[in-house]
């Protein structure tokens, strides 16, 4: 075999080096501590207890806060940043990138949940939120091109319900507004017992016939009825189009989901020629609708 060239040597040196220091940074960024806390008050506990160390990453969801430690000191690095103070510049660059491993493990903690970083622009955060809607979509599995808007009661036990078109204008077109959390639907008639069966606007127990007008599409023993009008459009994901598990990682997944929905829908909205085909989608599904099923309005 004849020996290699220079050229070929060198290159071959060089591509050996990058992948050693590579594989140096992946376990660097690999043995951070990242730790997550219910409360931002039990994160700022764990650390003036010298629970977290230096370099270490910590994440309140409930808060939407994800940052690092600076020797004892929190800093945020999302726009959320509660008790927290943010850095006075760019994380990668604070001292003078010392904690450019802490910073790129604390941003895919934060990018993985939809939660907005406070140094990307507007477009950075577009890619942010594309990547994790097609990430999460992966992850469930679910085929949400099989989504279909349908009355509320044509609504069926275990599908996935999205978003829900509320009233506009006359003539004007009605914008799917999405749920921060996707939900699975258990279709029943209204109690006429629980608190949102005796609000001011539904007051079902005093309506005649309140059960034919309404449907109620989950129940939840402490916050009562999900109450519908009857006819009112939702967009949904058929049962049989949801081949999820279920499990918690499923249901995580599909919340992070719904998030980069919502925002990509209000800050990279689809092009007029896609907003054009969608509302023509929406008012052809209407009309077949209503052809079935009668009246437009309940």
């Given amino acids: 075999?004849?020996?290699?060239?220079?050229?070929?040597?060198?290159?071959?040196?060089?591509?050996?080096?990058?992948?050693?220091?590579?594989?140096?940074?992946?376990?660097?960024?690999?043995?951070?501590?990242?730790?997550?806390?219910?409360?931002?008050?039990?994160?700022?506990?764990?650390?003036?207890?010298?629970?977290?160390?230096?370099?270490?990453?910590?994440?309140?969801?409930?808060?939407?806060?994800?940052?690092?430690?600076?020797?004892?000191?929190?800093?945020?690095?999302?726009?959320?940043?509660?008790?927290?103070?943010?850095?006075?510049g760019p994380g990668r660059d604070y001292m003078d990138g010392d904690y450019m491993d802490s910073v790129v493990v604390a941003e895919r903690e934060a990018r993985a949940r939809g939660f907005l970083l406070r140094d990307e622009d507007a477009q950075d955060r577009i890619r942010s939120m594309r990547r994790l809607r097609n990430e999460s979509a992966a992850r469930i599995g679910t085929r949400l091109?099989?989504?279909?808007?349908?009355?509320?009661?044509?609504?069926?036990?275990?599908?996935?319900?999205?978003?829900?078109?509320?009233?506009?204008?006359?003539?004007?077109?009605?914008?799917?507004?999405f749920f921060d959390t996707a939900y699975t639907a258990r279709p029943?008639?209204?109690?006429?017992?629980?608190?949102?069966?005796?609000?001011?606007?539904?007051s079902i127990?005093?309506?005649?016939?309140?059960?034919?007008?309404?449907?109620?599409?989950d129940f939840d023993p402490t916050d009562g009825c999900d109450i519908w009008l009857r006819n009112a459009p939702v967009l949904i994901v058929p049962a049989a189009d949801v081949t999820g598990p279920g499990d918690a990682d499923w249901t995580t997944a599909l919340s992070r989901l719904m998030v980069a929905v919502a925002y990509l829908n209000e800050h990279a909205p689809p092009t007029a020629e896609g907003q054009a085909a969608a509302a023509l989608r929406?008012?052809?599904?209407?009309?077949?609708?209503?052809?079935?099923?009668g009246a437009a309005r309940p």
């Fill in 1 to 88: 075999m004849p020996d290699p060239t220079p050229h070929e040597s060198v290159q071959g040196a060089a591509a050996s080096a990058l992948g050693g220091f590579l594989a140096d940074t992946d376990a660097r960024r690999a043995a951070i501590e990242v730790r997550t806390f219910d409360t931002s008050e039990d994160a700022n506990r764990a650390i003036d207890q010298g629970e977290l160390p230096n370099g270490s990453v910590f994440v309140v969801d409930s808060e939407r806060i994800v940052g690092f430690v600076v020797i004892i000191c929190p800093a945020a690095l999302t726009e959320e940043r509660g008790p927290f103070p943010h850095l006075p």
């Fill in 145 to 177: 091109d099989a989504a279909r808007i349908v009355r509320a009661h044509e609504v069926r036990e275990g599908d996935l319900i999205l978003a829900d078109y509320p009233e506009t204008e006359a003539g004007a077109s009605r914008d799917a507004e």
């Fill in 188 to 202: 029943s008639a209204p109690c006429g017992e629980c608190r949102e069966c005796h609000t001011d606007q539904l």
């Fill in 205 to 217: 127990a005093d309506v005649p016939n309140g059960r034919v007008r309404y449907v109620v599409l």
């Fill in 282 to 293: 929406i008012r052809t599904d209407l009309r077949r609708i209503d052809q079935q099923h």
